[in-house]
């Protein structure tokens, strides 16, 4: 897939690209999904791919860090991750080899690099960076509150784990494609290294996470769109507050719920029900409204990926009546996505 | 004052008490609040006071930290702010010798202690602790959003800076006095000091926030109270991640909403009105309900100290009548505070 222009903005913390993607020695494809969802959403920033005994693959050609520093690359992300988060002692070799090759170290682990001595001596010494995009950076304000100039769309969620960057990403896109000035505006780890630059919403200090979603979508001009990234759901027991946090702070005008069909309970809470996507509006509205009194919803995002085509669409269809409002799988895209990414474009009748 | 056993727990991050409160070379009464605090809810931990050129006072013995830990002082507290909330040079000299003296230092301002070259090495060598209490805990885990035994209170806002911290202390103390098992739980860096123990809520890392309010307040027995100290406002555009943090992951039985009467905007924040109590009320009804259905608002405080006696009783009088529960000033005790406080025991009718 070609990326638009809308992926590859600078603002917060811009990463060093083109990539060559790391793929460890992973054996396990659903390990490196940090690494698909680059090749998927950011194919023409990524080079190639690397490793040290991986069986998995992204398809892309297979580069040494100097073949890869040769057609451009600039950063080796770490496209991989394992079940303790760390960084195993088997990388290492590879990884100051592509130091020595010139490229920059990129990773979303929670294991700082710079811990690794070896790694933190070699970029030292050669003069190159490690950079861990769990990091937030450094001088976040406090939220004025204060509106600011541009269009903002902020996916929320039922739950986790549900959509809602693969939907801010595919509505990025199909707003690009429209020849809208839009920006993806990433606050996880996959997104970050995706759009490569952002800010990691759940590892900001709690006072500074709606002052992060402020810096994070900055005042544009008065038609342009920020598509933003959504975390966890304001009806989570655990991370609420980061997204009440993110929903203030980025004064949405719109909002696009995603939920997955058939999840009943909070992932790994089993103790809470999930909201009903009526309920996400009709808070998502409530409490909007604080920062952005003209915040509204634009439709719904399912992932029907358990589902068959006539079962997703039929699905679709009855979302949609029922709500009265545009019910789409980004994944399946056809006419309903469409009439989604339209309806958050439009201003609402009457406006 | 004296000092119930509520405010000296030793729960999260216990610290060396009794103290010597050090006011530095302050002649602002203002900058002392901290030490003002301090001495007015935890008295009885409070051996004296010690200064390197400050006009202002606690009242308390005028001690040298040789003096104070012959009196058993184990802790040195800068009781003190200045407006860049840092520690100039003229105070390193008056640290050094307290840590020669055998005492800790503990600091709530925003630098950090160990930042000073000179102290750090002079603990170092002498085997002391410096201690900054804007330092939350290591391992706070992600909140589990389970239900735990012993009951809650949580002092909640229509805004920041309105007596959330000063209404849960008082109301712990007439909780102790009337026997029940009570402890305070500070969320903030006075609550902190004065309860020698508490978790920085502002300072934790987003995505455990609510875990940190778990933490703050473990299970119990059955009959056992803790009131914790609230942060910001739900309707706070900068803060309502942070409230909502809180409000999940504390799951009180029962909140006390805090006003000062005649603010009508966020202090700071002059183009957002502050909502109605009743607004507070009802919003924190309908999310708390997420993790503790059984929540109910026991009744008011009201910030009363711009009025004179008549006028504040004629405004405790009308807010109670209108909302139809308690209202009470901590600051003037009364009946209507025990009202208050015996409505935050009482089970309610019917349950």
Redesign the interface.
Known sequence: MSTPSALSDTHVGALPQPYLLFLGDTTVPGYAKTAYGVRDWAGDLCVGEWACGATVSTGLPVLTPREAKERGAKGLVIGVANAGGFIPDSWVDALVEALHAGLDIISGMHMRLAEIPRLAAAAELLGRRLIDVRTPPRNIP?????KRAGKRLLTVGTDCALGKKYTALALARAFAVRGVAVDFRATGQTGILIAGSGIP???????F???AAEMLSPAAHAEHWDVIEGQGSL?H??????????L?GSQPDVFVVCHQPGRTH?LG?P??VLPTIEQVIELTIQ?GQ??NPAIRCAGISLNTGHLDADAAQELLTRTATQLGMPAADPMRGGESFDRLAQAALDEPAGA
């Not at 406090?142 to 204060?146: D, Q």
């Not at 027991?237 to 993110?246: I, R």
Request: charge should be negative; aromatic fraction near 8%.
């Open positions: 406090i939220a004025s509150g204060r919403m759940d590892a900001t200090i709690a006072d996470s709606a002052g009806f027991p655990a991370y609420a507050g980061v997204s009440l946090a993110l203030h909070v809470h103790e809470f409490l604080r920062t």
